[in-house]
Every structure is written in structure tokens, then in C-alpha cells.
């Protein structure tokens, strides 16, 4: 199985902030990934698929990168609205997994 | 617009079995994979089972292997997921959700809370 690791698992940042959230996968996943966002009592929402690609109607601030094993999400100017938990998700193989997720917090 | 609504979420002894339902609108269904995933309370997102259009290819996660059924009727739109020898660790929120091309998970439901306890 592919096991996916966030870092870091809790990450503290003010509106305006720039952040980078990192996603480790323990073999390549090729460009299967993507990325969502959950708040509390909410089903997750598709930011990112297909490791870049930005899903229709999520704001331009939102952006993926990377390739082969460690994919970046970065919020470029936090706004209020995305104070939330973040999970990356691969579909090279089966089983698909999902990292452990990052919760975003106001500082 | 599409929807995804989960039913039969309930509370169940361990051991007991419990029959998720997922009714689908808004999409030709009979062109989609569909997907279970689940989530523990408090804790992190975890893939449960695929479902091939037609029904004929399935995927699982390992600890639901043999105790877990995923099934769909195209027919009415639907997707199911049949649980067995329910287990205290089977506790969670079960999303279906409708599976895109690429393996990511487009268009989620509003979950429903499964609750394995004695």
C-alpha cells in the first residue's frame, strides 16, 4: 500500500498569510493527486486534482504542485474561509489513500 | 445539479450487519464509478470501496475485505454498501461519493453516521 504523510499535521497562520502544506507519498504516484478541504461537520470539498489542476469555482489562491513522491499545496494569501483540514489523496493504486491531513488554525 | 444522498446510517451491536444506501441524481449514473469513504470520529478521511459501472469490478480496503459488499443497480441510480460482522472500529461518518476518470472524488454526499457499539 502507498502510505501518504502530511507535514505538518497542525499548522498556525493569519489571514494574509502565505502557507505550504507537504504531502509525501511513500512510492511515486505519478500525477494522481489531489487535494481536499473539510470543515468540521462538512463533507470534504475537490480543490486540486491530478496533482495542478484546479477544480471549477475554487478560488485562484489555491494552487498544487509537484511529482513523482512530495506534492505542495499552497494558499497564497489566507483568507477566513479556509480555516480548515486538508487531505491529499492518491489514485496511482489500490488501495487509495489518503494522508492523515493538516489542520489549519488562526494564529 | 448533482446529488448524492446517504441513508441507513444506525446504531448496530458488534457483529450485526447494516445496509448503506446512496441514491444519485443530476448525472447518468450508469457512467460513473462510485466510491465509499469513511470517517472515524474526529479523525482523518479513509477510502472504503469502488464500484465499476455495471457492477462487475469492485475494489476494497484491506479491513473490510469479506465482511463489506459494495453494490449498485443502475437502473434506479443507486449504490450500496452491505456491512457484516460489524466491528467497533467500523464507526464513522460513510460518505458516497461519485468517482472521477483520474481516481479523485468530485462530488461527495452528506455522509451518514454509522455507530457500532454494544
Known amino acids: 500500500d502507498i502510505q501518504m504523510t502530511q507535514s505538518p499535521s497542525t499548522l498556525s497562520a493569519s489571514v494574509g498569510d502565505r502557507v505550504t502544506i507537504t504531502c509525501r507519498a511513500s512510492q511515486g504516484v505519478g500525477v494522481w493527486l489531489a487535494w481536499y478541504q473539510q470543515k468540521p461537520g462538512k463533507a470534504p470539498k475537490l480543490l486540486i486534482y491530478k496533482v495542478s489542476s484546479l477544480q471549477s469555482g475554487v478560488p485562484s489562491r489555491f494552487s498544487g504542485s509537484g511529482s513523482g513522491r512530495e506534492f505542495t499545496l499552497t494558499i497564497s494569501s489566507l483568507q477566513p474561509d479556509d480555516f480548515a483540514s486538508y487531505y491529499c489523496q492518491q489514485s496511482n493504486s489500490y488501495p487509495y489513500t489518503l494522508g492523515q491531513g493538516t489542520k489549519l488554525e488562526i494564529k | 445539479e448533482v446529488q448524492l444522498v446517504e441513508s441507513g446510517g444506525d446504531l448496530v451491536q458488534p457483529g450485526g450487519s447494516l445496509r448503506l444506501s446512496c441514491a444519485a441524481s443530476?448525472?447518468?449514473?450508469?457512467?460513473?464509478?462510485m466510491t465509499w469513504v469513511r470517517q472515524a470520529p474526529g479523525k482523518g478521511l479513509e477510502w472504503v470501496a469502488n464500484?465499476?459501472?455495471?457492477?462487475?469490478?469492485?475494489y476494497y480496503v484491506d479491513s473490510v475485505k469479506g465482511r463489506f459488499t459494495i453494490s449498485r443497480d443502475d437502473a434506479k441510480n443507486s449504490v450500496f454498501l452491505q456491512m457484516d460482522s460489524l466491528r467497533t472500529e467500523d464507526t464513522a461518518v460513510y460518505y458516497c461519493?461519485?468517482?472521477?476518470?483520474?481516481?479523485?472524488?468530485?462530488?461527495w454526499g452528506q455522509g451518514t453516521l454509522v455507530t457500532v457499539s454494544s
Open positions: 461519493v461519485r468517482l472521477e476518470r483520474s481516481g479523485y472524488f468530485e462530488y
Open positions: 443530476g448525472f447518468t449514473f450508469s457512467n460513473y464509478w
Open positions: 464500484i465499476k459501472p455495471g457492477g462487475n469490478e469492485k
